[in-house]
């Protein structure tokens, strides 16, 4: 999920928790956010670069690292040592709650995802709806998502093959005018 979708749905959460848990509520909502500080420091620590606006680049990229490398804060293990300083130190109970909420949301978005974009590929036959290809390079391409927050509706969704699926990344990246052909055409 997108930085700026968690960030809407922690501060939403955030405010709904406010009423009942007063200034606690910050805490859950700082923990459900910087908890993707893994990503960054991951891009850091293999590209050699403090640079911010590279990671996003790099991560929205069509080939990103798998999310079990990338992901320390989100493994279970950080969130049983969350829990564990939760127990020990109360204090830390809407940190941890914060960080339980945010990989809830992305266990829950990946299925989503995972099930549309398969989806997809059913419906575009396995192949390449830019250069006809079928093989095994073809992958679904979110063609587009609103501005805030995912939708899971298979006509964002394209069939690439590898080259087709990097061409239009790069394009998105460079936010160029020009366009692969069908990538960019609406589908019902």
């Not at 974009?117 to 059913?122: G, T």
């Not at 087709?164 to 990246?173: G, P």
Request: aromatic share 6%; glycine share 4%; proline share 6%.
């Amino acid at each position: 999920m997108r930085v700026r979708d968690h960030i809407a749905l922690s501060t939403a959460a955030a405010a709904l928790l406010y009423p009942f848990v007063g200034k606690r509520a910050a805490l859950a909502w700082g923990a459900s956010i910087l908890i993707d500080v893994d990503h960054y420091l991951w891009f850091v620590a293999n590209e050699r670069r403090l640079d911010p606006v590279a990671a996003l680049q790099f991560f929205n990229a069509a080939h990103p690292p798998p999310a079990s490398n990338v992901r320390w804060l989100h493994s279970p293990v950080a969130l049983a040592g969350a829990a564990v300083a939760a127990a020990k130190r109360r204090a830390l109970l809407p940190a941890a709650l914060g960080m339980a909420a945010h990989v809830a949301v992305d266990i829950y978005h990946d299925s989503r995802m995972k099930r549309a974009q398969a989806a997809a590929l059913v419906r575009d036959g396995y192949r390449c709806q830019e250069c006809g290809a079928k093989d095994e390079t073809v992958t679904a391409h979110t063609r587009s998502q609103p501005v805030l927050l995912p939708s899971y509706k298979v006509g964002n969704f394209v069939a690439l093959c590898g080259p087709c699926h990097a061409a239009a990344h790069q394009l998105d990246t460079r936010r160029h005018p020009r366009r692969l052909t069908r990538v960019a055409g609406s589908r019902a």
